[in-house]
């Protein structure tokens, strides 16, 4: 038996060995991506190919902690329904044998191309990582083509996540990595036939300006076009907490500007957060037949409190945001869930005209652990305006500090902890809970705020309360379970 059929081998007697305890987990999400055990992170290959839509995704099957990631891999037609697929890629060769990193997908002639990262490490930890290539002609199969980019001078061996795209005739790829001086950067390679990659130089970080000072590493790079301007997704490491900015471990968010693909540079403004709330990173991003620019992310933070979770009681870990659309109005970024998740709803909304005066109740029909409200026309007079999710999570907002606040109680110590951001008007909201997450979009999307959070798992209650006189319409559907 060949490395790779071990390993595929153990990681289906792992799911078979703890399906039913996996399975009885309350806090097991319904319309979520999750791992059918062990522990999931970054997503990696998002593409729709041949009509369908491919997300590959950092795959721990042995343990709820890091280590030799495999590619697991989930397929949709509809970006609701999802199959979980067999394994794509397992690090069973030399240049990947601690594990088959991060990385993209591109189609070129008919082929799936996955771009990864192999990482490698001797006996006392040290560490190797090579761009590597694997070609699929079905989107299930892989030929591993092994690396096509090694590592340039500059940089230390914290150089992976590549994203490859084509533009005006040839092929780009952008790295995470760090400079040889510790510093967080995004390496810009190029190539005429993607089997040889030249080393382009450094597209933005590294100390440079405008970002400057920006953390010790760079991961999950995405370089795109969105309605006239590049942006550029990257998840920086090691930057410090900044009044509301940068709460959490690490960070994603953005820059935009303009790329010159014949002179391999970049052009930049300041870095914006792309999520507010607790759980988001390596976000990815694609454009799919209708044109959008589609995106998921990893509702986790590397390093933050992960084996705290109460899941892992249960054999498994982590889960994806929402498919997310991505569109550039009125001067900044929004998101909002993909239409497609309108098929979630089960029944017709229950739907409500409130007015809140220095109060506090709940509505009739709007509960539940797997549900979306649609909460608009908000009106706050003074004061502040708030949404409870049973006792462990609350949506508040102040008019006078133009602050909207997520609150929940931490899996850790049970005390109450909060993210922030700051939205001038505060006129909608749509908020998607699934049991043990939630997702609360503002204003269209101009501000997102995601979390895990864990409740009792038989108190479905929301609560509505204002300090003054509030009112809004709302909308709520129960939403059907559709991830086994």
């Known amino acids: 038996m060949s490395k790779d059929q071990e390993l595929r081998k153990s990681a ?38 041949q009509g369908t839509y491919h997300l590959f995704y950092q795959w721990m099957p042995y ?3 890091h280590g030799a990631k495999l590619w697991g891999h989930y397929s949709s037609e509809d970006l609701v329904h999802w199959t979980h697929e067999e394994i794509a890629l397992t690090p069973s060769e030399w240049f990947e044998k601690n594990g088959c990193y991060s990385g993209s997908a591109i189609e ?17 930890g040290n560490r190797e990582s090579y761009q590597c290539l694997a070609v699929s002609e079905d989107g299930i199969h892989f030929d591993k083509k092994g690396p096509i980019a090694h590592l340039p001078d500059g940089y230390t061996a914290h150089f992976r996540d590549p994203k490859v795209w084509k533009q005006n005739g040839r092929w780009f790829m ?38 400057g000072e920006f953390g010790y590493m760079f991961e999950c790079p995405d370089l795109f076009e969105l309605d006239g301007r590049d942006v550029l997704v990257f998840s920086p490491q090691g930057l410090e907490a900044d009044g509301m900015n940068y709460q959490n471990v690490y960070q994603a968010g953005y820059v935009t500007g303009t790329f010159d ?9 300041a870095f914006t957060e792309l999520d507010h709330g607790f759980d988001f990173y390596a976000p990815q991003t694609t454009v799919d037949a209708h044109g959008r620019r589609l995106m998921f992310g990893w509702m986790s933070v590397p390093d933050q409190n992960e084996q ?13 945001t929402l498919p997310r659309e991505l569109t550039w109005q009125d001067g900044q970024m929004h998101q909002q869930p993909v239409q497609e998740l309108e098929a979630l709803r089960q029944g017709d909304a229950v739907d409500h005209q409130v007015r809140l005066n220095k109060e506090s109740r709940t509505l009739d029909g709007v509960d539940g652990k797997a549900v979306e409200l649609m909460m608009s026309d908000i009106d706050i007079q003074q004061g502040w305006f708030g949404v409870s999710f049973g006792s462990n999570a609350r949506i508040l907002y102040s008019k006078e500090q133009q602050v909207l606040t997520l609150e929940r109680q931490s899996y850790v110590d049970g005390t109450v902890e909060k993210r922030q951001v700051e939205v001038p008007q505060l006129k909608s909201l749509r908020v998607y809970v699934d049991t043990s997450s939630i997702e609360v979009f503002a204003n269209e999307g101009t501000h997102v705020m995601t979390a895990r959070f864990y409740p009792a798992p038989n108190d479905e209650s929301i609560c509505f309360e204002s300090s003054d006189e509030t009112s809004f319409h709302i909308c709520k559907w129960e939403l059907t379970q559709v991830i086994e």
């Open 12 to 49: 289906y007697e792992e799911i078979e060995k703890h399906q039913s305890l996996v399975e009885s987990d309350p806090y097991r999400l319904h319309y979520h991506i999750m791992p059918p055990v062990g522990l999931l992170n970054d997503p990696n290959g998002f593409i729709q190919f």
């Open 63 to 65: 343990k709820t902690d």
């Open 308 to 320: 705290d979770h109460p899941t892992i009681a249960h054999k498994w870990l982590h889960n994806m």
């Open 261 to 269: 693909p014949e002179e391999g540079t970049y052009e930049h403004g």
């Open 108 to 124: 070129h002639d008919g082929k799936l191309y996955a771009f990864y990262t192999g990482n490698v490490k001797d006996e006392n």
């Open 174 to 211: 952008v790295i995470g990595a760090q400079t040889e001086d510790e510093k967080g950067a995004v390496a810009l390679f190029t190539s005429e036939n993607l089997m040889d990659w030249t080393h382009a130089g450094i597209l933005a970080g590294a100390g440079q300006e405008p970002l």
